[in-house]
């Protein structure tokens, strides 16, 4: 799961409900994903920006797109890149299930948020003994409010630990590349030590 500061509801001017906090933290590790392969990732500055200047994105709960509670073409969701990570402001619409998420949150039942999204520019690295990946741009298509934000388990956790193994495929590759290069320059310079031998007999 990405980090996040809080989850809250507001009143907005009218007196309806807004839902507000931060979707995502900039430059704070995520909690440790990917199981027996451990991995971490982190979201720099900018990440988002180009995405929710032209893409069509909504609030869901629970990534689920049979509840949206709002949308940004349609006014009702409001995003923004700041100092801490990526703003969001929800505006609910006024139906019994949107109130029920909207009191389970003033009640602190649901406190923490997900987004969905492609990582669109990347990079990956070794921290402290562990795989890491610095996500730069990104492709968003949601953020929620979720129950459990456990973020292996979306469909963002899945395409994150498709392109985590494509990484360690690489490097399993690269380790085995050089290691069949040390094998054959040890076999040819055997080779070359016995053709000398010979060649002074």
Do not use: C
Not at 54 to 65: E, G, V, Y
Not at 161 to 186: I, V
């Amino acid at each position: 799961m990405l980090p996040m500061t809080e989850l809250r509801v507001n009143e907005s001017e009218k007196g309806s409900a807004v839902i507000e906090g931060h979707a995502a933290v900039f430059d704070s590790w995520s909690e440790t994903l990917g199981g027996i392969f451990p991995f971490r990732e982190i979201v720099r500055k900018g990440a988002f920006s180009e995405s929710i200047g032209k893409d069509d994105i909504r609030a869901l709960f629970n990534h689920d797109p049979n509840y949206v509670l709002g949308r940004n073409r349609a006014g009702t969701l409001e995003l923004a890149e700041d100092e801490v990570g990526l703003r969001v402001r929800i505006l609910p619409p006024d139906t019994g299930w949107a109130r029920d998420i909207v009191t389970s949150i003033r009640r602190g039942d649901i406190t923490q948020m997900s987004i969905g999204f492609i990582v669109e520019e990347d990079e990956w690295s070794t921290k402290d003994s562990m795989d890491v990946r610095e996500i730069r741009k990104v492709q968003l298509f949601d953020v929620s409010p979720v129950t459990f934000p456990a973020y292996t388990a979306t469909d963002v956790g899945v395409r994150a630990m498709q392109e985590y193994d494509g990484y360690k495929a690489e490097q399993r590759s690269k380790e085995q590349a050089e290691k069949q290069t040390a094998e054959r320059a040890k076999q040819q310079a055997k080779l070359k030590g016995l053709q000398t031998k010979f060649k002074n007999l």
